[in-house]
């Protein structure tokens, strides 16, 4: 190995000093932040409309649809396309979605706030706002693949680790001040003034990513093929990658059971009785917790069993959420949410080395896009299992049910995995 690239890899900050790297990071920063205000936004403006936790659940249920049924194209498309130009694309989509919010919220504005879902009104505006979250998933479909191409795309392979822990990190940090700070321009300026922000956030991020270099497709390897052999090879990829496939698996259904985030309007309102600002605050505490892990893996990476150490991760997430489940205290739920997120942000540093390294770089688009479907499959479906359970089994019940079934998931990988739980890279 030539002695230069030891420092390199040594050094926290290599990924930073590269040009195309931060443009692309300042990017994401603003519009994931932008992204997470506005969908946080909806999830209170919907249970404000409706009072319901099932109408929160099938706000995941909207994006989720699209998002995973497009994904294995999207993935395709990422991979014979202009990767600069695509996001861009999807970007300036997602702006116009949030215009259109604005727009809407105005006109609610001078309407009666008041009037309760069975007001014709009310309901109409329910509706366009799940139309347009089922709008956002299209879009993420082949915006959340591309970042993660991009960053394998431009970044020098020994560099490319310390650059998928900044990613997560600023995707992070992102998501804790969109959900954080949303409360309380909600609390202070309404709906009207935290869509005005994220109007804002997404046009400036989207100045940044432009400045990036255009991305050519791998033409040779990948234009000839037809679509359908394009996507089943980047299934086949990830099936017969056993770390990936393991990975992926675990983050899926111990998300889908244990996330509790779904229900936080309804903790904050009706069970802890924080308001907006206490909302906020829940919102952004698994998201604290998980920039805390990144910040110090950046310095001081992770280098052995890594495999075991993801299961732990995912079992001890299961058991904060059962505590978040069963506690009345604010700061104890806050508490369990920030560890939570300590935790899922282990396990997010892990999935996420693990399938950039493991990846050629003809396939990054495809790979990403499977795995963001898993990952909007655990969110987002997560979500609307959560507000199925919740009516069936009432909130508590159904956000204690989910961490039990996270523990159940971990202790059958545990021992029906072996090959993830002996995983290092």
């Known amino acids: 190995m030539d002695s230069t690239t030891v420092p390199i890899k040594q050094d926290p900050f290599a990924a930073l000093k590269i040009k195309e790297f931060r443009n692309l990071m300042l990017g994401r920063f603003l519009f994931i932040m932008g992204l997470r205000m506005m969908g946080t936004l909806v999830g209170w403006w919907i249970y404000e409309l409706t009072s319901a936790p099932f109408a929160i659940g099938l706000i995941g249920l909207a994006e989720v649809i699209p998002a995973v049924s497009l994904a294995l194209y999207a993935g395709h498309v990422i991979d014979i396309s202009e990767k600069r130009k695509l996001l861009l694309r999807g970007v300036s989509l ?8 604005l727009a809407l919220s105005i006109f609610n504005d001078k309407t009666d706030s008041s009037l309760s879902f069975t007001n014709h009104k009310s309901l109409l505006i329910a509706v366009f706002i799940y139309f347009l979250v089922f709008c956002t998933g299209i879009i993420r479909s082949f915006t959340g693949p591309s970042f993660g191409t991009i960053v394998g795309n431009i970044m020098p392979k020994e560099v490319l680790q310390n650059a998928t822990t900044w990613s997560q990190g600023i995707w992070l940090t992102a998501s804790i001040l969109g959900h954080a700070i949303v409360g309380f321009i909600i609390a202070g300026y309404g709906h009207t ?14 100045l940044f990513i432009s400045k990036i270099n255009p991305l050519p497709p791998h033409i040779d390897l990948v234009a000839n093929q037809k679509t359908m052999e394009s996507v089943k090879e980047g299934l086949r990829f990830v099936f ?7 990975a992926l698996s675990l983050d899926l259904f111990a998300v889908l059971f244990g996330g509790a985030v779904a229900m936080i309007p309804v903790y904050a309102v009706d069970i802890l009785k924080v308001g907006p600002i206490g909302f906020g605050w829940l919102n952004a505490a698994s998201d604290i917790g998980a920039i805390l892990i990144i910040f110090i893996i950046t310095l001081f990476p992770v280098h052995k069993t890594q495999g075991k150490k993801l299961l732990l991760a995912v ?4 058991l904060c959420i059962i505590v978040f489940a069963l506690s009345k205290l604010f700061w104890l739920s806050f508490a369990a949410l920030l560890l939570s997120g300590i935790l899922d942000g282990f396990s997010m540093i892990v999935r996420g080395t693990i399938v950039q390294l493991k990846t050629p770089d003809h396939m990054r688009g495809r790979v990403m896009s ?17 507000g199925v359970a919740a009516k069936l089994l009432g909130v508590i019940p159904s956000v204690v049910f989910g961490g039990v079934m996270t523990i159940i998931v971990v202790g059958t990988t545990w021992f029906k995995a072996p090959t993830l739980r002996k995983m290092e890279y």
Not at 94 to 101: G, P, Q, S, V
Not at 193 to 206: E, F, Q
Not at 240 to 245: G, Q, Y
């Open 94 to 101: 997602y702006w116009i979605c949030a215009l259109l919010l």
């Open 193 to 206: 003034g935290a869509l005005i922000t994220v109007v804002s956030l997404v046009t400036i991020g989207y």
């Open 240 to 246: 017969n990658t056993k770390e990936v496939l393991g």
């Open 315 to 318: 079992g001890g997430f299961g």
């Open 370 to 386: 499977v795995n963001s479907m898993f990952i909007n499959s655990s969110n987002e479906f997560g979500q609307f299992e959560s």
